[in-house]
Structures are given as C-alpha cells and as structure tokens.
C-alpha cells in the first residue's frame, strides 16, 4: 500500500477531493503497520468520531480473527497447526474450509498459474539466492513436481480437510483480499455510511463513498511519485501484484518474487498488474495471476467474470488495459500535497535533471499491530523557505501542532492548504518501508537552482516520542549520502543525492 504518497489524514471534515460523502458525514482515517506483515489503511464515512471508532474496532477483530485462522506465518494459527498434519481429515473451520476451496478453484481457472505450492519455487530460489547463485535445473524440477502434486482434499458436507502432501503451502494470493472483505463487511454493520479498507494495497471500497484510488507506477516508486492512473472507485474492490518491491538479487540481477508454479520460474514480462472487480476475491486472485499469464491468457480468463478490468505493464514499458479500465479513471483526481508555493531559490545554475535526493525510511517494528507515527520530509533553502514538500502524514488537524519543524514553514492554515488523502494501490511492501522522493522541483513545479538545501524528516508518535533529522546537502551534481542512527520511532533512515535510475 502505498499510504504515504498523498496525505494521510484523519479528516475532521469532508474530503475536499473527488469522494463523496452524506452531508452530514466526515471522513476519518486510521493508518497502522505491521498487520498481516505490511500497512493497513481505514477510512470511513461516519456521524461521528465516535462511530468511526467503532467500526475501526469492528474492522480490527475481523481482521485480527481471521488471521489467526489464515496466516501462513503464525506458527500458531488454525491453518499452520492443519499443515503439521498428514493423512488425517481434520475438521476445520468455514473460513479456512472456503480458503482452501477457493484455490481448488483458482488453480483450475488459471491453468495452473495461482497455486498455495508456489512457495516451493521460492524456497528454492532464496535458497539460491543466499548461495549468490541461480537455481539448477534440479531443483526447479524437483520444485515443479512437488507443486503439480494434489495438496489436500476436502469434505465440504463433514466440514474436513485431509493434508495429503509435505510441499510447502502458503495462503497468498487473494487471502489478503478475502480477509480485507471481510473486515470492510465487519466495519459497514456498524452504522457507517461507507469504508474503505486497505491492507498493503489491495482494497475495498463499501458504501456511499467514491474514493479516489492511485495505481502506483512500477517505475517510479517513491510513495509521493506521481500514479500511473487515478481511478474513482464505488462498491469495487481493487488489486495490484507487481515484481517492484520483493524479489531476488542474483548476479546483479533482479527476479520477481512471483513464480509461475507451471514452470518454477520468477514471472518477468508483467511487472504490475492491477485488477478491479465487483468482488475483493476475484481483484485479489486475478491480479497474482495476471503477473503469471500472458497478457493474451489474462484476456481471455477476464472476459469470463463480469466486471472485470485491467491495467498490465510489462517490462518493455508497454501498457495493456482492458476495454473499460479507463471507464473507471476519476474525472477530477485529487491533487498531491497543494501546500503553498514559494519561489525557486535563487542563486547558482539549474539542478541537474540527471540527479534526484531519494529517502529511505524505515520505522521501527513493534510485536502485533501498530498505529503509524506523524511524519514530514521537506526540503528548505537558505533563507529557512520551505521549497518543497515531500510527505506528510498526521491525525486530526490539530494534531499539526505535534510536528512543529514543518508547522512553522507554513505561510497559511497547513489545514486550508492541504487536500483529502486518496487510497493508493500498489505491491505489497514490508511493514514500516518507505520511499521518498525529490526531483529537485519547487512546489509549483519548476526545478530550483543547485546548490546548498537542508533536507528534513520529522517523525512523532501519538504518546510516543519526537525525533527530528536533518542535514544539509550540496545538491551540485555529486552524488552524496547522510546516514541516520536508529532512535525509538525509526529503525533507520538515508539521505540519497544520487543519479536518476540507480539509488
């Protein structure tokens, strides 16, 4: 999910961007780490704070309950403990009964392309990988019989699931979608007008609210780098798999973590596909599986569910949509951070296009969820100006307070300049890793003059701690690092002057 790329806010009044709430609405968000091993993003169309809170607790124990059934990496959870078993029918419970049915179903439509055995083929090429070499032709073999085996079977009228084989299982693929349905049908039955539920950037869309949803560009993956697309998305689920996050680093090169089953090779032509359907499930599922097939495969197996649409983008840069996908594009997509403009600095030739200032964050990880700290990252000139931006997370406007360095660069209300937030579909990232990028353009959009800046991140948590980094940067051309030690909110953090296309 990429949750960071517009501002994430916990609006204490209408979205003043493309969705639409009930007049008396206000739209409240909630962001967190470290569920289901990435980020989780809330948001719903409530009365009164009161009520959101309420369906964010619904939300929450859905999603908490369903893990502990599902997860493939709690040791302690319904579907591990079934795992450890062999030959036995062992009842089990409607979740995970319909989980395991739902990938009988799947692999049979994909021809094989979505299977819970493709860990098999990951395990070999991590292993590799670790070794600093590529799989042999053994082992993906091996690999490939073991995932063309019959894993399980299953009694639906006696409520049993039989374990049959000791290849590696894992619920991948749609579970998350499913679990996120869920949640959002959990949180809709407390009286809110509508929810949004995004977990790693799969999600659902319920009720009265029309959000607008960025599709993250595989290429240009900062969380505030421009989409690829903006979708209005009502009453739909959306989706996105894509090799740009995850994968395997081997002799300089990299390898998708998404491996076609058939064959036990890391899937290398479609490098993002995003789904949008009716039903979380479907979005879920097909996405994986578009990242497998060809584009023409994925055409075809489309077209036989209703509602379905689709953009690919495969690693020579070409774009494949399906006939409706831009039916869904939002007529007035919100804006990133309009915060007010300042001149260019003065001073000194132009930046070089040739060169961007990247940071990498990464927050620090606590045990079970998390809710997610406050965060700027802007840049300044000399004069203290803010000339840029960069992100911004908080909680209810007032809450501004909370981040002060950012606060005082601001010329007007930091609340009238600020937009809604959008949701943001993207590959699954790992809890708490964030990207943020500078193309060394000023907030109205021309480039600055290279020169001497000072780059800022400010991180607070709710009843947590403040920290605050910064560094002055020499943006003339040379490429240059700051390292940040670990403090309590983040693990760590970098300062990147680099060229274009390499970090």
Avoid: C
Wanted: charged share 20%.
């Amino acid at each position: 999910m990429k949750a960071l790329t517009a501002v994430a806010l916990f609006l204490a009044l209408a979205s003043t961007g493309s969705s639409s709430v009930g007049s008396h609405d206000s739209l409240y968000r909630f962001n967190y780490e470290n569920v289901l091993g990435t980020s989780l993003e809330l948001t719903f169309s409530a009365a009164s704070e009161v009520q959101a809170h309420r369906a964010e607790a619904a939300a929450f124990s859905d999603i908490d309950r369903e893990s502990r059934i599902l997860s493939s990496w709690d040791s302690g959870s319904e579907f591990s403990r079934w795992t450890r078993t062999r030959g036995e029918a062992v009842r089990v419970s409607p979740e995970l009964m319909e989980v395991l049915s739902l990938y009988d179903q799947w692999r049979t439509r994909t021809g094989g392309a979505l299977d819970a055995s493709a860990e098999a083929a990951i395990r070999v090429w991590k292993n590799a990988a670790d070794r600093k070499r590529l799989p042999t032709r053994a082992e993906l073999d091996a690999a490939v019989a073991e995932m063309h085996r019959i894993h399980w079977r299953l009694d639906a009228t006696a409520g049993t699931a039989t374990h049959l084989s000791d290849t590696p299982l894992v619920l991948a693929s749609f579970t998350k979608s499913y679990i996120l349905g869920h949640a959002a049908d959990a949180a809709m039955k407390t009286g809110v007008d509508a929810a949004v539920v995004n977990i790693g950037g799969d999600l659902t869309v319920r009720g009265t609210l029309t959000e607008p949803v960025h599709v993250a560009d595989p290429r240009a993956d900062a969380e505030n780098d421009p989409p690829m697309a903006t979708l209005a998305i009502h009453n739909r689920a959306v989706a996105t798999s894509g090799d740009y996050r995850r994968g395997f680093d081997i002799g300089g090169r990299h390898y998708s973590h998404i491996v076609d089953p058939r064959t036990g090779m890391p899937a290398d032509d479609v490098i993002s596909s995003t789904v949008t359907a009716p039903n979380a499930v479907d979005a879920g599922a097909l996405a994986t599986a578009f990242s497998v097939m060809q584009p023409e495969e994925s055409e075809r197996l489309a077209k036989s569910i209703p509602g379905v649409e689709y953009l690919l983008v495969r690693k020579n840069g070409e774009r494949v949509a399906s006939p409706g996908w831009n039916l869904l594009a939002a007529m007035n997509p919100v804006q990133r951070l309009p915060f007010a403009l300042v001149p260019a600095a003065a001073g000194g030739d132009d930046w070089d296009p040739a060169m961007a200032l990247t940071i990498q964050v990464q927050l620090a990880r606590s045990f079970g969820f998390a809710k997610r700290p406050y965060l700027a990252a802007w840049v300044e000139d000399a004069k203290r100006a803010n000339v840029k931006t960069l992100a911004l997370w908080y909680g209810k406007p007032r809450y501004l307070n909370d981040l002060p360095a950012w606060s005082r660069t601001q010329h007007e209300s930091p609340w009238q300049a600020a937009s809604g937030a959008t949701s943001v579909s993207g590959a699954t990232r790992g809890p708490g890793d964030y990207t943020i990028g500078w193309d060394g353009k000023d907030s109205s959009g021309k480039f600055v003059r290279a020169g001497k800046y000072t780059v800022y991140l400010e991180v607070v948590r709710e009843h947590g701690t403040y920290q605050l980094m910064k560094k002055e940067m020499d943006f003339d051309g040379t490429p240059s690092q700051a390292l940040f030690p670990s403090n309590t909110e983040v693990a760590g953090a970098s300062f990147t002057y680099h060229k274009t296309g390499g970090r």
